[in-house]
């Protein structure tokens, strides 16, 4: 009998995209109250775990992004494609999308 194996799946994104692993939804708020599930609202920030190259320009040249692997963001709500790779949540998003680096 043979035995299945799950394979790993890896992303690489095109252009100036990025991916991103959103962070946890807050579970409780600043007063204490414990949110359910249904009433917690949709991450907006996330970590860059992998990104593009940079979008090609009409000159022929890759363009750079300014965010780079590891970077914690602020992005838009209803931004990007939310996918499920390795039973891990990701969003893949332009980076243009993205609103703000958190800076510490």
Same mark, same amino acid.
Request: glycine share 10%.
């Given at each position: 009998?043979? *035995?299945?194996?799950? !394979? !790993? /799946? !890896?992303?690489?994104?095109?252009?100036? =995209?990025?991916?991103?692993?959103?962070?946890?939804?807050?579970?409780?708020?600043?007063?204490?109250?414990?949110?359910?599930?249904?009433?917690?609202?949709?991450?907006?920030?996330? !970590? $860059?775990?992998?990104?593009?190259?940079?979008?090609?320009?009409?000159?022929?040249? =890759?363009? *750079?992004?300014?965010?780079? &692997?590891?970077?914690?963001?602020?992005?838009?709500?209803?931004?990007?494609?939310? $996918?499920?790779? &390795?039973?891990?949540?990701?969003?893949? /998003?332009?980076?243009?999308? $993205?609103?703000?680096?958190? *800076?510490?």
């Amino acid at each position: 009998m043979a *035995t299945a194996t799950a !394979k !790993k /799946i !890896k992303i690489r994104p095109l252009d100036d =995209r990025v991916v991103l692993q959103p962070c946890d939804p807050e579970e409780v708020t600043s007063g204490g109250i414990v949110l359910p599930d249904s009433a917690q609202e949709k991450p907006q920030r996330g !970590k $860059i775990v992998a990104s593009g190259p940079g979008k090609l320009l009409d000159s022929g040249e =890759r363009g *750079t992004l300014d965010v780079k &692997n590891g970077d914690e963001v602020f992005f838009g709500k209803y931004s990007g494609t939310e $996918i499920e790779v &390795n039973g891990q949540d990701y969003v893949i /998003i332009r980076e243009s999308d $993205i609103l703000a680096v958190v *800076t510490q």
